[in-house]
């Protein structure tokens, strides 16, 4: 399945949420304001790198934000392209 959160961690609790309820083999897609939970160092390293999904970090929302170069290594940057990519790939859906 296929998890996309699109909210700051630090205004709401959906990626919490998304943590703690999605399967082990899910992806979890962060766009919008949800990157800013990617920044290496950041508060949510810890919970994302251990946390056992793929996750993926919009490129477009990223640039935006202005944190091209804070990204989490492990973290896949993908494009709207590959965002295309990842929902056709993935039969199930759900929007955090």
């Given at each position: 399945?296929?998890?996309t959160v699109s909210t700051s961690p630090f205004s709401s609790s959906?990626?919490?949420?998304?943590?703690r309820y999605s399967d082990p083999n899910?992806?979890?897609l962060?766009?919008?304001?949800?990157?800013?939970?990617?920044i290496d160092s950041g508060q949510w390293q810890q919970a994302l790198t251990s946390c056992g999904r793929r996750i993926y970090v919009l490129h477009e929302d990223v640039?935006?934000?202005?944190?091209?170069?804070e990204i989490i290594?492990?973290?896949?940057?993908?494009d709207i392209k590959g965002f295309i990519?990842?929902?056709e790939r993935?039969?199930?859906q759900m929007k955090w």
């Open positions: 399945m296929l998890h959906s990626l919490s949420n998304c943590l899910s992806e979890i962060l766009i919008e304001d949800a990157v800013i939970a990617a640039v935006a934000r202005g944190i091209n170069d290594k492990s973290f896949k940057v993908i990519s990842l929902t993935h039969v199930t």
